[in-house]
C-alpha cells in the first residue's frame, strides 16, 4: 500500500513538472514573441505563435495575436481572415471584433468596420474604444448628424474628455454651426490648453467675425 | 443624321425607404435635369433632359447602379428627336494590400434609343469595362477603362480607350484628374471622315471649409478632338456625330440637411461637322439632386 502511495506522488510530481516545463516553455515563447514586436519585427513575432494556434489553453489569445501581428505587417486582408476566424470560434469576443475593426478602418472600409463596432456597443454600451472608433468611422463617412448626435450623447458620460469634445465640435463646423463649434472648441482648451485644431478654429472664426 | 446628345443621369428623391432597411447597405439617389443651348448650328436649337439614378453598395464591397433619362432634341428643321436611355453598371472591390490600395472592377452597359415622328431611328448599345486602382489613403488613382459601342443605323461600331490618373494635394483639400479619350470609329467614312480622335480632359475639385452648405467646387475642361465617347463619371454615351472640340465646365456641389446634395454645373462646348463645315458651340446647365442612406 505504502509503495503505491509512494508510486503515485512520484508519477504526480514527475507529471507536474513535465508540465510546469511545458508552461515554461509556452511563456518563453511569448516572451519571445514579444521582444520581436518592440524591436518591430513582427513576421518574426508572428512566426514564434504558430506552435501555439492549434492547441493549448492559449489558442485563441495566439489566434488573436497572430491576426494583430499581420494587421502591424500591413497584412490587412491576412489580419481580417485571423479575427473573423476568432470570432467563429468565440461569437461573444469583443477584443476580435474591435481587433478586426482597425484592419478594416486602414483599408477604408469604415461601413463594415462600424458594423463590428456597433457590435461591441450592443454588448458593451458604454465601451470607450468601441465609442472611439465609431466616431472615425462617422467622420470618415462624413455622417455629421450621426456624428453630433453620438458625441452629445457621451458628454454625460464622459464629461472630462477631450477627445469626444473634438469630435463633436468637428460635427458642428461641417455642419456650419459655427456658434455651437466655437462654444464647443471653448470647452476643449479648457481642458488641454494647447489643443491646436481649436486655437485654429477658434482665431479664424475670430478674424472672420472682426473682418465682416 | 445624327443628333448631338448629352446623356445625363439624375436624381430621384422619392426613394422608397425600405430600400434603405439594413444598415450594411448604403444607397443613393440622384434625380437631375439640363438645357443645352446650341449657337450658330445650322441643325440644331436646343436640347432637354431628366433622368434618374439610383446606386447601392454593400459593406465597402459590390455595388450597382441603374438608371433612366429621356433627352428632347429641338431641331432647326424638321421633328424633334427623343433619345431615351437605360443604364446599369456593378461593381466589384478587391483590396490588395500588396499594392496598398483597392482594386475596382466594373462593367457599365448603355442603351440609347433615338427616334422622332418620321423615319429616323437610331439604336446604340455600349459596353465599357473598367480596372481602377485608389491606394488606401485616397490621394492617388488610376484607371484604364474601355468601351465598345454599336451604333445599329450604319453598322459603325467604336472603340475607346480612357486611361485615367488622379492625384491628391495642398492637404487633400484639392484633386486634379486627367483622362484620355483615344475613340476609333470603326469607318472614317460613316464618321465624317474622322478616322480617329484624340482629347484630354482634366478635372480640378476643390474641397470648401463648410460654409452657408458648399461643399465642393470644380473646374473642368477638354482639349483636342472627341467623339461617340463614353463618359464613365457622367455615365453617359455621347452619341454625337460632330466632332467635339473643346469644352470648359465649373460647377459647385452643396450639402444640405439629411445626406441631400445639390450639383450645379454650367459649361461650354465647341463643335464642328465636317461633313458640312458647320461650326457651332452649345452653353448649358445642369442641376441635380441627390439623397443617400
Redesign the interface.
Known sequence: MLKWIMMMVLLLGVSGQVYAQGEAAGVEVWRSSYALEIKGEYEKAAAVLLPLMDEGSNQEYARMRYAWLHYMQ?????AIRGYKRVLKQNARSIDARLGVSLPLM???????A??YV?QVLALSPLHYTAHLRLMVCEEALRHW?DLEKHALSLGATYPSDTTFLVYLARAY????KVEDAQATYWRVLARYPEHLEARKYIDGNESAALVQ | MRSSMVFFMGVGLCFPAWASASEDWSSSAVLQSSYTLYADSDKRNSAVSAGVLMAADYLDGVGFSLAGNVLKLDMASGDPITQKSLFASGRYPYYADSLGGKLTFRLDAHSLDLSNDLLYQETVKSIAPSLAFLNYSKRFYVDMGYAYSMYDNNNLTVQQFSPTVGFSFNQDADWLQSRIYAVRPSSANLDQGVANTLALEMKWTHALAPNFGLERMFVSTLLGERVYAVDGDAAAVYSLSDVQQGGFSAGVQGAWFDGVKSTLLVGYDAYLNQSTNDAYTSQYVYLALSKSW
Open positions: 500591413g497584412n490587412f486582408n491576412d486602414a483599408q477604408g472600409r469604415w461601413q463594415e462600424s458594423r456597433k448628424a463646423a461641417w455642419q456650419n
